[in-house]
């Protein structure tokens, strides 16, 4: 036991300890790097931005609209699960869409009968562009920015709006596989 201790080619007390304190720090560093790296890069790729949203109430008809403009301003390409009004999901029947090659606000669309496959865009959102119905979810890639319309008819209006909520405030809600993406508006009288 006395040769241990006199040994002096065994690392000191003090030595070793600091050696297992700087392991423990650097690899404690390394995991909590690794962590955040893979945790930032995850939530930063996805990133909606909403603008020009608008319901309308069309008295004559009976019926609201909606609409909005979606740019997709991350990394990657979003799929656009569901779109709510007021809380109420919308039936991808009612769901149309156009890809605009002038960036404006969304104008009224007068349904008559209503907006369809094929329809023709406003013209203010650019020439020869006709409406698409989404089929299940909409894929929105990288950059891109869409018009998104919600077709009102006499048997759905966006959101159950009648006369009675013109100017107030409800919800339009964007629903992704990792985010909800929300914005206010009022209720306008169609023209």
Known sequence: MKNILKNRKALSTVVT???ILVVSVLLAGVVTYFAINVTSTRVQEESLNLTYQHVWYNSTENFAEAAIMITNTGGRD???QKIAIRGQTVPTVNIFYVVPTNIVDLPYVLQTPAIANGTAAPAVLGTGLSFTQAQTAVVLPSGTTIA???S???TYAAGSVTVNDVGLTIAVSIFTAQATYYKETNV????
């Not at 306008?188 to 023209?191: D, I, K, V």
């Open 17 to 19: 300890t600091l050696i």
């Open 148 to 150: 998104v319309y919600i």
């Open 152 to 154: 009102g008819t006499a």
């Open 188 to 191: 306008n009288a169609a023209y």
């Open 78 to 80: 979003v799929v656009l």
